[in-house]
């Protein structure tokens, strides 16, 4: 079966960093586009960034500039480095994997990040 495992979430002071990890199993994970989603208490949860398999990437306005996405085919794992954190990216943040038809979706059990002084 299909299993999505983050990791790297926690507890940070503003302005810091952290890089999350998104260990995928049983699925051909260089062929889907791999995304990381947040939902913050009482918010939708919303796109935060993508790559697709040919690496292009999208990025929420709200982190441009500050947050990469990438990804090792060979480790089967997506990345997000988040620079210079605001109390505004508190929030649970769960990886995606979806296929080129978008048939299939896949959810990891998302993994809490925490900015505050």
């Known amino acids: 079966q299909v299993q999505l495992v983050e990791s790297g979430g926690g507890l940070v002071q503003p302005g810091g960093s952290l890089r999350l990890s998104c260990a995928a199993s049983g699925l051909s994970f260089s062929i889907y586009t791999m995304a990381w989603y947040r939902q913050a208490p009482g918010k939708q949860r919303e796109l935060v960034a993508k790559i697709t398999p040919g690496r292009r990437t999208n990025y929420a306005d709200s982190v441009k500039g500050r947050f990469n996405i990438s990804r090792d085919n060979a480790k089967n794992t997506v990345y997000l480095q988040m620079n210079d954190l605001t109390p505004e990216d508190t929030a649970v943040y769960s990886c995606?994997?979806?296929?080129?038809?978008?048939?299939?979706?896949?959810w990891g059990q998302g993994t809490q990040v925490t900015v505050s002084s």
């Open positions: 995606n994997a979806i296929s080129q038809s978008g048939m299939y979706k896949y």
